[in-house]
C-alpha cells in the first residue's frame, strides 16, 4: 500500500511552469485515496507529453515485469531490422524448444499457460518477424516473444533499454524458464524506467521515427483492456502493453486524447490479494488522470 510520507514526496518533483500545482496536489491525494484500501504494492508513473511535470509515486521500486517486458523486446527488434540483421518480413522457424539461461537445459512452453493458441498451431511452420511481433504484444502470446528472444538476445535487450536511460530494467529471459524462476533470475522493471521507454516510443526516438509509429500502430491494436482503457471514453485511443502473474497486475502506454495531446501512464502492482480489486482500483486512477488532463484539477 502507499504511505502518505511516499506520496509527498511527488509534489517536489513537478515543474511550476505546468501551472496545475493545486490540481496536482488534488490528483496526489485522490490516487492515494483510491489505493490505499486495497491490499497490494503499488507504483504509478505519469507524465504529459511535452511537459516536464509528473507524477511519480514508488517510481523507482522494482517489480516482476510479467509480459510488460514484451515492449523492450519489440523496441530491441525493429532495432536490429533497423540495422540491416535482418527483415520484418523474413521468416522464421515457429518452434516450442527453448534453452533455460540456468544451464542450457531444454523446456517447451505450455499452451494452457499461453494467452495466446494460435502460434501453436503453426509449429514446424514459419512466421513471418512482423507476425510475431504482432501476437507478441496485441494478445501477448509467450511462444512469439520467446522465438523473438531467441533472434535477438536478451543482453542485446537489456543494452538498448541502457541506451535510452532505463537504467533498472532488466530482461534475462524469455518466458516460462522455470528452471532460472526457481532461482529468482526473473526479468525486472520499475515504473520510471517503463515511463522512458514508451516516451521514447512516443517521441519517435525509441528506434526512428518510422519504427516508433510502426510500434505505436501495434500497441493500439492490443487486445486486453481492463486497466488504463477500462474506464476510458471510447474515442480515447491507449497503446499499451499489459503483463500479469499471479498477485500481479501492470499496464504501461501512451493515452491520445481527441484534441491531439498525449500522456504516458504506467500502473505496476504487485502482492495483490483479490486481483480484481486490485484491477479496478489501477482502472479508477487511469480514468481519475485522465480527468485530470481534460479538466486540470
Do not use: C, W
Amino acid at each position: 500500500m502507499l504511505s502518505i510520507r511516499t506520496l509527498s514526496l511527488v509534489i517536489m518533483t513537478l515543474s511550476p511552469t505546468i501551472g496545475m500545482s493545486q490540481g496536482y496536489e488534488k490528483l496526489r491525494l485522490d490516487v492515494h485515496q483510491m489505493l490505499e484500501t486495497v491490499p497490494g504494492f503499488f507504483a504509478v508513473a505519469f507524465k504529459p507529453g511535452g511537459d516536464t511535470a509528473a507524477l511519480l509515486i514508488n517510481e523507482r521500486a522494482m517489480f516482476h515485469a510479467a509480459s510488460t517486458m514484451k515492449t523492450p523486446v519489440m523496441i530491441e527488434v525493429f532495432r536490429q531490422a533497423r540495422k540491416g540483421q535482418f527483415s520484418l518480413d523474413d521468416s522464421v522457424s515457429v518452434r516450442n524448444e527453448f534453452k533455460s539461461i540456468v544451464d542450457g537445459s531444454l523446456y517447451e512452453l505450455d499452451l494452457k499457460d499461453d494467452s495466446d493458441d494460435s502460434m501453436y498451431k503453426r509449429i514446424g511452420g514459419k512466421a513471418s518477424v512482423r507476425e510475431l511481433i504482432h501476437q507478441m504484444i496485441i494478445v501477448s502470446s509467450n511462444l512469439a516473444t520467446n522465438i523473438l528472444m531467441g533472434l535477438v538476445g536478451a543482453e542485446k535487450v537489456t543494452g538498448t533499454m541502457r541506451r535510452l536511460g532505463a537504467h533498472d530494467i532488466e530482461v534475462l529471459r524469455g518466458v516460462e524458464d522455470g528452471k532460472a524462476f526457481e532461482r529468482g533470475m526473473n526479468n525486472r522493471t520499475n515504473a520510471y524506467d517503463l515511463l522512458l521507454i514508451l516516451e521514447a516510443i512516443a517521441e519517435g526516438r525509441a528506434v526512428d521515427p518510422s519504427s516508433s509509429k510502426a510500434m505505436v500502430d501495434v500497441l493500439l491494436a492490443q487486445q486486453f483492456g481492463d486497466l488504463i482503457p477500462a474506464l476510458l471514453p471510447p474515442n480515447v485511443r491507449v497503446a499499451h502493453k499489459t503483463g500479469s502473474i499471479t498477485g500481479v497486475e501492470h499496464d504501461s502506454g501512451i493515452v491520445y486524447l481527441p484534441d491531439g495531446r498525449r500522456y504516458v501512464l504506467v500502473l505496476l502492482s504487485k502482492d495483490l490479494k483479490n486481483l480484481q480489486e486490485g484491477k479496478q482500483a489501477l482502472a479508477r486512477v487511469s480514468k481519475r488522470i485522465y480527468d485530470f488532463m481534460i479538466e486540470g484539477k
